[in-house]
Nanobody, 122 residues
């Protein structure tokens, strides 16, 4: 079994910063692309940022220049540094990872974390 556990969410004032972490654990053979998504109230889930195992990144236009995604392959962990936060960044943030499980079948599929709340408010 593979688990993704996020941490680092919370309440922050506009203009502030937060750093989210997401660690993959369990029966892992390999971790490929990792990403952060978010779902704001009454909105559809959207991709925030993604990073390949080689370190290539892409960002939603709304967060370019403010958010930075990074990863530590040795720890199977992805991070999201969020700066200059705005009220419209308020959402539940989810991480996703494409993982090959260390099982007999070596199945590869996406796994999701449980989500962490980020609230930007004064």
């Amino acid at each position: 079994q593979v688990q993704l556990v996020e941490s680092g969410g919370g309440l922050v004032q506009p203009g502030g910063s937060l750093r989210l972490s997401c660690a993959a654990s369990g029966s892992i053979f390999s971790v490929y692309a990792m990403a952060w998504y978010r779902r704001a109230p009454d909105k559809q889930r959207e991709l925030v940022a993604a990073i390949t195992s080689g370190g290539s990144t892409n960002y939603a236009d709304s967060v370019k220049g403010r958010f930075t995604i990074s990863r530590d392959n040795a720890k199977n962990t992805v991070y999201l540094q969020m700066n200059s936060l705005k009220p419209e960044d308020t959402a539940v943030y989810y991480c996703k990872a494409l993982v090959t499980a260390a099982t007999a079948t070596r199945a590869t599929r996406d796994y999701w974390g449980q989500g962490t709340q980020v609230t930007v408010s004064s």
